[in-house]
């Protein structure tokens, strides 16, 4: 059964930090394409950023390029969000999804940036 459960989130005020974690079983993690996608309260999804299986590259949304690192460690099954300049704007549910067609998705985590 394929399970991907999200971690890391909570509250940071504006220029902050977070670590967003995605810890993956049931698949050969290291075989897929994986994102994350976000969704702020009362809108709808946006997809943020996507990692490759192979070399590892890496694409970003405009919005949080330059902020925001994908990562993924295939040894631990395991993808990571490095958040920076966090803005109120980036409050939303992260989740992590795997493979081109995404899936899969996990339940989220809530990142909320406030002062």
């Known amino acids: 059964e394929v399970q991907l459960v999200e971690s890391g989130g909570g509250l940071v005020q504006p220029g902050g930090s977070l670590r967003l974690s995605c810890a993956a079983s049931?698949?050969?993690?290291?075989?897929?394409?994986m994102s994350w996608v976000r969704q702020a309260p009362g809108k709808g999804l946006e997809w943020v950023s996507a990692i490759d299986a192979g070399v590892g590259s890496t694409s970003y949304a405009d919005s949080v390029k330059g902020r925001f690192t994908i990562s993924r460690d295939n040894a631990k099954d395991t993808l990571y969000l490095q958040m920076n300049s966090l803005k109120p704007e980036d409050t939303a549910v992260y989740y992590c999804?795997?493979?081109?067609?995404?899936?899969?998705w996990g339940k989220g985590t809530l990142v909320t940036v406030s002062s």
């Open positions: 999804a795997k493979g081109y067609n995404m899936d899969y």
């Open positions: 049931g698949f050969t993690f290291s075989s897929y394409v």
